[in-house]
Nanobody, 118 residues
Framework: VQLQASGGGLVQAGGSLRLSCAAS????????MGWYRQTPGKQRELVAS???????NYADSVKGRFTISRDGAGNTVYLQMSSLKPEDTAVYYC?????????????WGQGTQVTVSS
């Protein structure tokens, strides 16, 4: 599975950005797709995820400001980020987790930098 992320950039505080991530390759029906972020010296943290059944999960810090969605085929995931804050500055990574029953496989896209200026 390959993940191609896009949409990062520089934005002022209060602004918006939309990240996209397209998955290709060997897909399994039962999966989640999501976004994680990482800043220097810190662990990668979950920002938001969406299951193949549409169930969403958000970090408390982004609830009400970020919205995760996926296209009809389920292979592209979007993260609409609004009311951005300087603390949202990070490298954002797309993730796809496929549930095979006997194991889970994680795939990662290349990171995309999001910088929010104050």
């Amino acid at each position: 599975v390959q993940l191609q992320a896009s949409g990062g950039g520089l934005v002022q505080a209060g602004g918006s950005l939309r990240l996209s991530c397209a998955a290709s390759g060997s897909m399994f029906v039962i999966n989640t797709m999501g976004w994680y972020r990482q800043t220097p010296g810190k662990q990668r943290e979950l920002v938001a995820s969406i299951g193949s059944d549409g169930t969403t999960n958000y970090a408390d810090s982004v609830k009400g400001r970020f919205t995760i969605s996926r296209d009809g085929a389920g292979n592209t995931v979007y993260l609409q980020m609004s009311s951005l804050k300087p603390e949202d500055t990070a490298v954002y990574y797309c993730n796809r987790r496929q549930f095979l029953g006997f194991r889970n496989d994680d795939y990662w896209g290349q990171g995309t930098q999001v910088t929010v200026s104050s």
